[in-house]
Structure formats: structure tokens, C-alpha cells
């Protein structure tokens, strides 16, 4: 089982949508977890970090759930500027350890 | 404030090769990591600086090697090239924010590797 796992995608959506990405993670004992967005040929950008009692960010909204070792990330009213790719990201133990990077999912918002 | 820079930002080689990668890490940062990233990839730890040694590593052979300076700068060293080395290498230095409670990865625009 691959340590972080994503949603292949590619999703297209219709502007204003709402769209939903979901993560497993395989290390119960990971404590820190995050998206980051991606543009084609530029460099990872944080976009949230995720806690258990789930955060929101304007029209962002992560969700954890440690039981189930599950990560999503909600895009509510899909702007085309939301077209990029999507990293589910997790530190590989507890403490102080390398972050591990899902393979992303492409998200392509259409006019 | 200036954030994480590397140079150059593309580069091509030959079959082995060697090539050395730089970056700077943002200011207020001391911990320097390294990614690589294949086409249609998500990032692939190398390993990462502190205090310049090398504090942890991910499955990369010994052909990938770094160096951390006093001013937290970092190169990452690549001998014997070979073709999948191809791949988008990035920087990306950290620290503690001020009341976040967790460390935070910025990445620097990536040094574009192709091994032909």
C-alpha cells in the first residue's frame, strides 16, 4: 500500500461547482497533514494544513479523520483559477519526519 | 523578504555526468529539504538539512549527496547520471511560524534536470 494515496482524477468541472478530493494515508502514527496546490511547471504552494476538528479557509474546507486515516479537501464555487493539480501531503511518522506527497489530482475548471 | 531561490532553473546533462543544484532557504529558516519530482509525479524525498548534516534520507542511492553551508544554503549533488534522473528537483526549506505549532514546507520554482 503506498503511503499517501489520491483520487486519480483528472476532474473537470463546470465553473461553480463543488468539487471533492479524498486521501488515505498508511502511517497511523503521521501527525501532520496538509494540501498543497500545484500549477502546471511551477512549485508546490501550501494551500491548508488539516486538523481533526476540520478548517475552513473561505471556500476551502479540510477534513480528517484519524480512525478511517482519511484526508479530503472541498472546493465550494469552482473558479477557474482552481485549475491545478491538488497534493495531499502527510509526514511519514510522529515527530519531526520528511513529508510524503500524494501523486495529486488535476483539476481542470471549465468556463 | 526574499523566499526559498535555487539555480539554475534548467539544465541538461549527459548519460554520467555530474551536477550540482543550489538553493537558498527563506529567510528565518534553517532546514533545508530535496525532492525530486518525475513528470506526472508528486515529490520524492531525498533527504533533508539541518545544522549541515544530513539529518534524514529517503530511498535515493548514494549517488544523490548534499551539503548544508553555515548560512543554511544547500546544494544537492548528483554523480553518474542517468536518464531517469530526468526530473524537476526542488528545494524546500522550513521552520517553525511563529503560532502554528507545525512545520511548514516553502518550496523554491525548481531546477528543471534533463539527461539526455
Known amino acids: 500500500r503506498k503511503e499517501v494515496e489520491q483520487d486519480p482524477g483528472p476532474f473537470n468541472v463546470p465553473e461553480g461547482a463543488t468539487v471533492a478530493f479524498n486521501c488515505t494515508y498508511s502511517?497511523?502514527?503521521?501527525?501532520?497533514f496538509f494540501w498543497y496546490r500545484q500549477d502546471c511547471r511551477k512549485e508546490p504552494k501550501l494551500l491548508m494544513s488539516?486538523?481533526?476538528s476540520g478548517n475552513e479557509d473561505g471556500r476551502f474546507t479540510a477534513q480528517l479523520n484519524r480512525a478511517s486515516q482519511y484526508i479530503s479537501l472541498l472546493i465550494r464555487d469552482s473558479k477557474l483559477s482552481d485549475s491545478a493539480t491538488y497534493l495531499c501531503?502527510?509526514?511519514?511518522?510522529?515527530?519531526?519526519?520528511?513529508?510524503?506527497f500524494g501523486k495529486g489530482t488535476r483539476l481542470s475548471v471549465i468556463a | 523578504d526574499a523566499g526559498v531561490t535555487q539555480s539554475p532553473t534548467h539544465l541538461i546533462k549527459t548519460r554520467g555526468q555530474q551536477v550540482t543544484l543550489r538553493c537558498s532557504p527563506k529567510?528565518?529558516?534553517?532546514?533545508v529539504s530535496w525532492y525530486q519530482q518525475a513528470l506526472g509525479q508528486g515529490p520524492q524525498f531525498i533527504f533533508q538539512?539541518?545544522?549541515?548534516?544530513?539529518?534524514q534520507r529517503g530511498n535515493f542511492p548514494d549517488r544523490f549527496s548534499g551539503h548544508q553551508f553555515p548560512n543554511y544554503s544547500s546544494e544537492l549533488n548528483v554523480n553518474a547520471l542517468l536518464l531517469g534522473d530526468s526530473a524537476l528537483y526542488l528545494c524546500?526549506?522550513?521552520?517553525?511560524?511563529?503560532?502554528?505549532?507545525?512545520?511548514?514546507?516553502?518550496f523554491g520554482s525548481g531546477t528543471q534536470l534533463s539527461v539526455l
Open positions: 524546500a526549506s522550513s521552520g517553525l511560524e511563529t503560532g502554528a505549532g507545525d512545520e511548514k514546507l516553502f
Open positions: 502511517n497511523s502514527a503521521s501527525q501532520s
Open positions: 488539516v486538523y481533526s
Open positions: 501531503v502527510v509526514n511519514r511518522d510522529s515527530g519531526n519526519t520528511p513529508l510524503v
Open positions: 529567510s528565518g529558516h534553517d532546514t
Open positions: 538539512y539541518y545544522e549541515e548534516e544530513e539529518r
